[in-house]
């Protein structure tokens, strides 16, 4: 996430904000509409709810009363890189893989508490979330090759999760330079323009294409293709 709406924001940036935080609701209704029973989709309703804690209260709460409102982005991305992971991990079949999923999570989560303590707290995580972005890219992308691979992946686009694979991938490296660039720049007003646009529209496309998944029957054939409608 990282969304926060402030006097300064241009009517564009606001509108592009607005919709950006408020179109999550659209996936989680879809959600709780068709009574989604999948174990795995649960992990993307949570990520959804809890972006929108931390965007809508949690974070103009510690901003607010505090000097260290950065620190509830630092949660969130540990959150989030947590949760999307382990939506790919409970999917995946390679058990190999899961362990290096396994290991790398450690490194990340050890590496992020290190960045914390060495870096100033009202900083963006810049390196965690850049290393974060490569990580679920780098499962996404294992996870569609080993789809590809499997014979009955002819209607794979017809399945939730490719749809949540698609937006993973779209969303990450859409925002993974702004991100690497957010620490040592979000002060400079030209900046904060172009990161409200980019971040906002890929989260908007992101919360369109989990709305996708959420509306797709759960596959009780190889080859139902039918939607929710």
């Known amino acids: 996430m990282f969304l926060y709406l402030v006097d300064k924001n241009s ?3 606001k509108l592009l904000i607005n919709t950006a935080i408020y179109s999550a609701f659209i996936p989680i209704g879809l959600f709780f509409f068709y ?20 965007d809508l209260l949690i974070y103009p709460i510690v901003r607010h009363y505090t000097n260290n409102e950065f620190i509830t982005y630092r949660i969130f991305t540990l959150l989030e890189y947590f949760l999307l992971s382990y939506f790919i991990y409970f999917n995946l079949k390679s058990k190999l893989f899961k362990r290096f999923i ?32 490569i990580l679920i890219l780098s499962y996404s992308i294992f996870y569609l090759f080993e789809k590809i691979k499997n014979p009955d992946s002819l209607f794979l686009y017809s399945t939730s999760n ?13 925002n993974f330079f702004i991100f690497i660039f957010t620490q040592s720049n979000y002060s400079d007003p030209a900046f904060q323009s172009v990161f ?12 369109l294409l989990f709305s996708i998944a959420f509306l797709i029957k759960p596959d009780k054939g190889k080859q139902s293709i039918q939607m929710k409608f």
Not at 121 to 130: A, C, K, V
């Open 196 to 207: 409200t646009i980019i971040n906002s529209s890929f989260n908007i496309l992101k919360n």
């Open 35 to 54: 009574k989604r029973k999948e174990t795995g989709l649960i992990f993307i309703l949570i990520y959804l709810i809890s972006g929108l804690l931390t």
């Open 102 to 133: 396994v290991i790398l999570s450690t490194l990340f989560l050890l590496f992020s508490i290190f960045d914390l303590i060495n870096s100033k707290s009202r900083s963006f995580d810049s390196s965690p979330t850049g290393i974060a972005c």
């Open 162 to 174: 490719f749809w949540v694979i698609v937006a993973f991938i779209i969303f990450f490296s859409g």
């Open 11 to 13: 009517p564009i940036e």
